[in-house]
């Protein structure tokens, strides 16, 4: 293609942490990152599920992951960064520092004169997670400019991260549902008590940070490639889905206060236990009493510390887009050359979900498509992915992403919510669905006034004009 690959491995130095806040270079990891605070009993809470991330690339792309229900995107965390524009220069640029003109532009104060940024006038859906294209407020703060730009306007060098002081203690819980239905129902009613814990900061309450959502076929190819046994889970054949649900318990909770509270809990003893009480609100799910063993034989428990447990439960979750992308190659390798990954990545409002979940089964069943969708249904994101058994199935797919992108924007949601746009053809006309071609050339004439010899991510978001 003609471009330079930029590398910022190398800059991987954490130059100090504090209290609330952290400063790293770009190419520090996400795993990195995580065993620094570790030792200092800190948290940094909006990663996605790959820790192998450089800090300055979820940066590019307002990564998001399974927490954002409770902590929200990168966005919400970056403080200050350092960011070298396409003319050289070094721009540091602190939150609450330089706001938008109420007439709606930037000025920047470059070696090369004075550069007038125009803010692009769309508006954006009000949805947990967005990546698509350039973030866009009246009087905005210009380090949202730089954080999901997805490397078109300046090369992130460093950043000040906000953290959490003290990291809670960690409960995950599979839990299988024989009706999907019941199982949406169950999720709506956890999301609800969390956010009332929240409110109220009751140490007793339950708050789950994460709810991940993995479906009938989802679950159908763990049993294929034996990813259930692999990590002692067993999956009835029943189920329709499972959830995958992330409790934050007090910092320094330990696995045998966590058992104790579990095991020893009376029904007067039931409101001092937040495992307790998730299990009851578990038991109201399957209509069915705490005391009746039977519809919780299949719900898995990694206690607090349990790390082993943790990791089993977390790769069973991962294991469904590697089983998905194997077969893809499969088909790449066997079928036709030109099969290609075929998946969306969509947000809407979450009493819009299950309005989402129809649309999606009756779009994948008229078109005969094999999918599996898995997800953080915590913040109403899937990720519905095609398996394709022919170029045409790829094709189909790619009609139906579209289809999707059209419906979710009516339901006031995103169709990009949390990878970004990049080059993918099928994601640029999705950006041009949520704002129109008219908010696609206000992205462009940004991307003019920063990097007028477009020099930088040439392609990326929307072509190279």
């Known amino acids: 293609m003609g471009d330079v690959v930029l590398s910022t491995s190398r800059m991987n130095r954490i ?278 063993a039977a519809p919780l034989e299949h719900v898995e428990i990694a206690l607090p510390g349990d790390r082993a447990r943790a990791g089993q439960l977390l790769a069973l979750r991962e294991a469904v887009p590697a089983a998905v992308n194997r077969r893809i190659g499969l088909a790449q390798a066997h079928v036709d050359p030109r099969i290609e990954k075929t998946a969306a990545d969509m947000v809407v409002p979450f009493d819009r979900f299950g309005e989402l979940l129809d649309f999606y089964d009756t779009e994948f069943a008229r078109r005969g498509l094999d999918a599996a969708i898995w997800g953080h249904i915590s913040d109403g994101n899937v990720h519905p992915n095609i398996l394709p058994r022919s170029m045409a199935d790829v094709q189909s797919g790619r009609e139906a992403i579209l289809a999707f992108g059209r419906e979710v924007v009516r339901m006031g949601g995103s169709p990009l919510a949390e990878h970004g746009v990049g080059r993918n053809r099928t994601k640029q006309r999705l950006l041009a669905e949520l704002y129109g071609e008219s908010g696609v050339e206000e992205m462009r004439r940004v991307k003019r006034a920063i990097d007028p010899e477009w020099k930088l991510a040439r392609g990326v978001l929307f072509g190279n004009s």
């Open 15 to 292: 130059v100090s942490i504090g209290s609330d806040v952290v400063r790293v270079e770009a190419g520090v990891t996400l795993t990195a990152l995580d065993e620094a605070l570790v030792d200092r009993g800190g948290y940094y809470p909006p990663a996605p599920t790959f820790m192998g991330a450089f800090v300055g690339g979820t940066i590019a792309t307002n990564a998001a992951g399974a927490a954002t229900f409770k902590y929200g995107t990168t966005r919400d965390w970056v403080q200050a960064l350092t960011v070298v524009l396409p003319c050289g220069d070094v721009l540091d640029v602190e939150r609450g520092e330089t706001r938008a003109h109420p007439d709606g532009y930037f000025e920047l104060e470059l070696s090369t004169g004075v550069t007038r940024v125009p803010v692009p006038r769309y508006s954006m859906p009000r949805v947990p997670k967005l990546s698509a294209g350039y973030f866009a407020r009246p009087e905005m703060d210009l380090i949202d400019l730089f954080i999901g730009s997805e490397g078109t306007l300046g090369v992130v060098t460093a950043a000040t991260l906000r953290i959490v002081g003290e990291r809670p203690a960690f409960c995950l819980v599979l839990v299988p549902f024989d009706d999907r239905t019941r199982g949406l129902h169950f999720v709506e009613r956890l999301r609800a008590v969390s956010l009332e814990t929240r409110r109220t900061r009751d140490p007793r309450g339950v708050d789950a940070s994460s709810v991940e959502h993995m479906d009938e076929r989802c679950l159908a190819l763990l049993r294929e490639d034996g990813a259930d046994r692999t990590n002692g889970v067993s999956i009835p054949g029943s189920a329709k889905l499972a959830l995958l649900v992330t409790l934050e318990l007090s910092p320094g909770t330990s696995a045998e206060q966590a058992f104790d509270a579990i095991g020893s809990a009376t029904p007067g003893q039931v409101a001092d236990s937040p495992i307790a009480r998730f299990l009851t609100l578990l038991s109201e799910a399957y209509c069915a009493s705490l005391s009746d």
